[in-house]
């Protein structure tokens, strides 16, 4: 078997447990993050453990450049399944924000995962063959005040994602967008968000992980891991957005 997996966002977390995934399944691994360190930790690990073939590109996706330079790295190697998972976040008034953190997180979170499935999944529609996983957010269902432009990036992603599920429909090539609520991750400190993850229910990434794999692997659409995010999607969907938001906000004063 000669299959590839692209991950971004696999130095660690939801990503790095997608990468054991495939490793144990023996599917080849290109990898994807800033940490050259931890991905070549990783990348060893697994050629070793399961004798997989393994790349790893220590890249920066705020940089517009990345996805061409990614595509064109792996021209010659069949890549069957991209995982976009690569995203981060920041709470504060969005009046605060930094320019260049704002920018970041639209190329990142948004402008990366478009540009890498537009130019992956051209291939696997030739084949007629490959599975597409977006990884977005139970942000996706409600507006987030104090942390505006994460939720919203991830609305973008869950939107985009089920439109191009249907667009794929009957080609041999899937889109399965995972929406993990909190998950015990390096997420909350980066984003600034620790006080207010003390109110929120964690699931592991290994447990999320191995639940986006098979998503993935069956072909499904949406996949959200966990009973009480489940729950929490539904409310969002059915009470008003401006309760929502105000639930929202006061979380994440609290």
């Known amino acids: 078997m000669n299959q590839w997996a692209l991950i971004t966002g696999a130095s660690s977390g939801i990503g790095c447990e997608l990468a054991r995934l495939f490793a ?3 599917i080849n691994l290109a990898l994807v993050a800033r940490n050259g360190p931890n991905l070549e930790l990783i990348a060893n690990e697994l050629k070793n453990k399961y004798g997989i073939s393994a790349k790893t590109f220590p890249r ?3 940089e517009e450049t990345v996805p061409d330079e990614l595509f064109r790295a792996l021209r010659d190697v069949p890549v069957e399944f991209l ?3 690569a995203g981060f976040g ?3 008034a969005f009046v605060e924000s930094k320019v260049a953190t704002t920018r970041g997180m639209m190329r990142v979170n948004m402008d990366s995962l ?4 537009y130019l992956f999944a051209r291939p ?3 084949r007629r063959s490959g599975r597409v996983l977006n990884v977005a957010s139970t942000a996706a269902f409600q507006p987030g005040p104090l942390t505006a432009l994460y939720y919203a990036t991830k609305a973008f992603v869950f939107s985009f994602s089920v439109a191009l599920a249907e ?3 009957g080609t041999g090539v899937s889109v399965t967008t995972l929406c993990p609520g909190a998950t015990r991750t390096d997420f909350q400190r980066r984003a600034g968000m620790e006080r207010s993850a003390r109110w929120m229910h964690f699931m592991s990434p290994q447990a999320v992980g191995r639940i986006g794999y098979r998503a993935m692997m069956a072909g499904k659409g949406v996949v959200i891991p966990g009973v009480i ?3 929490s999607t539904i409310a969002a969907r059915r009470l008003p957005a401006g309760f929502m938001a105000r639930a929202v906000r006061k979380l994440n004063e609290s």
């Open 167 to 169: 667009e794929f429909a």
């Open 60 to 62: 920066d996706l705020t």
């Open 24 to 26: 144990a399944d023996h």
């Open 90 to 92: 920041w709470r504060g």
């Open 83 to 85: 995982v976009n998972n």
């Open 124 to 126: 696997m529609l030739e």
């Open 229 to 231: 995010n489940k729950l």
């Open 114 to 117: 478009v540009q890498l499935t």
